[in-house]
Every structure is written in structure tokens, then in C-alpha cells.
């Protein structure tokens, strides 16, 4: 930079001259122009005195110097605020009664004990027994011939573990009637002893539930053991076991693998031999739940060796059911199945106490089972379910009424029916349950074809069922039942044709209606009365041909709780 203005300095004089003369006629005359740059910048000399830095010598202290130091804490004194924290007090729970004590009595020469005595609040287990009595030392006929009653104690416990609930308990029963179906227009003296049928059983059951949630696998196992005996020599053992097992495959599918079944001895005296009838059921299939649907598919294979089909029979049925819930309070079901339904002697004599010394006991086959319904509710406080089922059975029965003059009274005994038969049942329930009412009604209509010929015997065509309980006041309540059945046909065999009898045999049994009314009254918390009056229309009606029931009932007692 420094050199073009130097540059410019030296030249633009000569530039502007030459401009002067620009108009001018010449010649430009050679010359030569030197530029010389000689430029020295001369400073004075200065002498520099470099001497060499001294050595610092380090002076050792003849004093030793210790230095220590302490970690210094501070504490503080301790606060009390005066703040109070509020808090909520847990509500106190009620005082359990847990003891109840029921006695009562009444006209028939009736009596009436019951008792439940259970272990007070614990979350990891309970126990308890229950005690029941009611006989009846008269009855419709002959007063005492026709007593009859029940009894059970039943001890009972459950222990609840982590991931499982433990359930076990015992009993023991005891049915006692009399065979008091005789005609009393020509039997003026009965043996009392030779009418009475008393049943004894002794069993017990153990029970084991999964409650993981967060396992993929479920389970629930039970069994059941019994021995019964009778008067009459017959008795009946039976072991009962039931394997129900769920494996989640995902959210959406499950594997499930059901069994169930008995192993069962019978002995009749008369027949001086034993029966062993054994049944045996398994259950695989799969199962699909997603949103509102809910599908099972699978198998009933069941290997048992008492039909009158012959021995050793395996069969297999299909297992399916389809549950569909469209909206909250509607639920829709409907399957195709097919079984083997068990029927054994004691189940018999629950059902019909007054058969033969011996009888016969055979399973029933049911190919084929067509069912569905709905369920749900129309309010909060009425719900309601509908269905039907339409099946073909083989080897269906019912009882068949016997007479003998040798041995004066009706006994009964049971009457199969080998050939296909369709068997049908429409059902409707209606339940409500609200405020200081609860109530009940079902309605139930059956069909039986067994034949052109033949009659299903002893077996209603409809039956109408109503319970319902109100609150009038706060210590007093009113229950009432009622029950309606229809007409039944009469079946019956003579062993003699000149057997003199004064029984409607060639009637059918008429309808059955029965209606009763309970009253209970709270003295206190823990104590009350109660009154119950059964069959007020008086109407000693026949379940069974030549055993009529009992009219105008009454029983009243006292409850108390500790």
C-alpha cells in the first residue's frame, strides 16, 4: 500500500504536465528514469549485564509442625411443632354373632332343631357346625305308622392360602319313613317295624380352589366319599371326583381338560351279591372369549359299564356352547351336547322314599341335548331368565306303583324305556330383589314321548314355584310359597288279579297345589320368634299313589344369636 502511494506522489505531477501539451505536435523523447530505494534504520547499541539466577537454598525448621483436624457435626436440637394431624378413625365393625340357635314345634307331633355354630372373623381361615332335626311323630295315616324325619351334622371348614382355598368337610344323615301306602279299609293290624325305612349315610368332601389370577394355569379339584346303609340290608358306596383344569393359550384362547366321575358299589340283601358300577368322563376341548362372545368346543367321552346297553360301553358326544352378550343386561346361550346321566340308588331314594327292598339302577343315555335361553335383567331390580332344552334319551324311567296283598301296601319300583325317546322342557324365571322385597317365580312345562303306548309314570307336566319375602316393619317379616303341579299318569303292577283294593288305580294322580305363609319377629338383635303354616288350603294331595301328604301345617319357635 505504502508503495503505490509513493507511486502516485512521483508520477502524478509528470501526468498532469503532460496533459498541458496535449494539443501539441512532438516527439517523445527517450529517457530513463531511475528509482532507487535505499532505506537503513540504524539504532544505538546497548550492553546487556546476563547474569546467571542465584540458588535459593531451603532452610530446614528444627520445630516439628503438626497439623490435625476434627470433622465438626452440628446437631440440632429436636423440633415439636405443634401441628396435629388429622386423621379418619376406622369405622368399628359390628360384633359377630356367630352362633344361632334355632328350636321350634308344632302340630303332627313335629319338632324342630337347628343350630349353626362358626368361627368368629379371620381372613386365613373358618370352621363351623351345623346341626339339623325336624320329624314329624304323625302323619296322614295311622298317625305314628306315617311319622317321618330327618336329621344332619355336618362339621365343616375352609382354609384360604395365598394362591388356593381349601375346603373339607363331613356328615352324617339320617332319612327315616314308613311304608304306610296300605289300604286301611282292610289292613286293621300293621307291624309298625316291618313299614319303617331309615337310610344312614356317612360321608365327607375336600375341595381345592385356584385363586392365582396372574397364572395362565387354573384348576379346581374336589372329591366326595359316602357310605350308606339301611334297615333292610341294602347299602351303597361311592367315591366322587371332579378335575376341572383351564391353561391360558393368550388373551383370547384357552385349553381346557375336564373329568369327572364315581367308582360305586351296590349290595341288596335279598340279591346276596354286590354290583360294581363305575363311570368315568372326560372333557377336552378349547375355548375362545373375546369382547362379547364367549365359544366352547370339545368332546364328552364317557367309558361306563351300567346301561342296559351291556358292559363296558365308551361313548363319545360332542360339546359345544356358545355365550353371547350383546348389551349389559342381555345374555344369550345355546349348546349341542350329549352325556351319560348317572342315576344311582341313593339319589333314588331321595327322590322316592318308598320303594322296594330291591330295585333296579341303571345309567341314562342322552345322545343328543339341543339348548338355549336368555338371561339378564330389565331394571336393577328385575331379572329374569327364559330356555329350553330338546333331547333324545335312551333307558329314561320313572317309577312304577306295586301292589301286593301278601304284604299289604304299595311299594314302588322302577320302569325303563329302552327304545329313543324325546324329552323337552320350556322354562321362565322371574326374580326381583329391592328394598324390603325379594321374590321369586319359575315356571317349568315337560314333555316326555316314550312311546304310542306307554306313559311316563309319576312325572309332572308343568309345575309353577313361587318364594317371596316383605319387610312390613323393621322387625317384622312375611314370607309366602307357593307350588302348583300338574296332573301325573298312573302306572301300576298287581302281582295277584284278585287282590282286594280300595285305591283309584285307574286315575291319574289329580294336580298338586300347596301354599304356605312365614312370619318372623325381631325381639332384639339377637333373638326372634317365627311361625310357619304349610299346605293351608288343607289338602292332603298324593305325590305318589296311596301316600298322601300331611294337611294343615303349623310350626312356631325361637331364634337366638351369640
Known sequence: MIRFILFLIFFLPIAVLGQDNWDQEGDLEDSQVIIEKNRKIDLPRINRDFKKVPEIKSIQSPIDV??????FIPSLSSLAPRIRVLTVQDEKLEKLYANQVKVGAGNYGASYLEGNFASKRNKDKGYGLHLFHQSYANGPIDKRNSGSGYQRVNP????????????????YERHNN????????????????????????????ISL????????????????????????????????????????????????????GYLTKLKFDLLDSAQNRNLLRFKPGIKFAKENLKVGLGLNMVHENDTLEGMNKFHIFPDLN?????????????????DVRANRYRDFLMENPYLDNTVNVYNTLMPFQFYGGANGAISNYLGYEIGFSVSSVRHNFGYEAVYNEREGEIRYRT????DNNT??????????SFSKLRANLRGDYFYYNVGETQLMPFRPNFRLKFNGEYWIANKLKIGLNAHLQGA???????????????????????PIYDLGIKLGYQLSDRSGVFLHANNLIANKYEYYLGYPNRGFQLLGGFTYSF
Open 66 to 71: 503438626n497439623f490435625s483436624s476434627r470433622q
Open 156 to 171: 365343616y371348614g375352609k382354609y384360604i392360602f395365598r394362591k388356593a382355598i381349601l375346603n373339607a368337610e363331613a356328615y
Open 178 to 205: 314308613y311304608l304306610y301306602g296300605y289300604d286301611t279299609a282292610h289292613c286293621t293290624e300293621v307291624d309298625r317295624d316291618s313299614l319303617q325305612r331309615t337310610f344312614h349315610t356317612v360321608g365327607a368332601s
Open 209 to 260: 380352589q385356584d385363586e392365582n389370577e396372574n397364572s395362565p394355569y387354573h384348576y379346581n379339584l374336589e372329591t366326595d366319599i359316602y357310605q350308606l346303609f339301611t334297615n333292610i340290608n341294602n347299602s351303597e358306596f361311592s367315591f366322587d371326583y371332579s378335575f376341572q383344569n383351564e391353561f391360558d393359550l393368550n388373551e383370547e384362547f384357552a385349553l381346557y381338560l375336564n373329568s369327572d
Open 322 to 338: 356358545i355365550v353371547y352378550t350383546p348389551f349389559d343386561k342381555l345374555t344369550l346361550f345355546a349348546g349341542v351336547k350329549g
Open 415 to 418: 320302569k325303563y324305556f329302552n
Open 423 to 432: 324329552e323337552a322342557n320350556v322354562y321362565a324365571s322371574v326374580s326381583t
Open 488 to 510: 301325573m299318569n298312573n302306572v301300576n303292577t298287581f302281582e295277584q288279579e284278585n287282590a282286594i283294593y280300595s285305591f283309584n288305580i285307574g286315575e291319574s294322580i289329580p
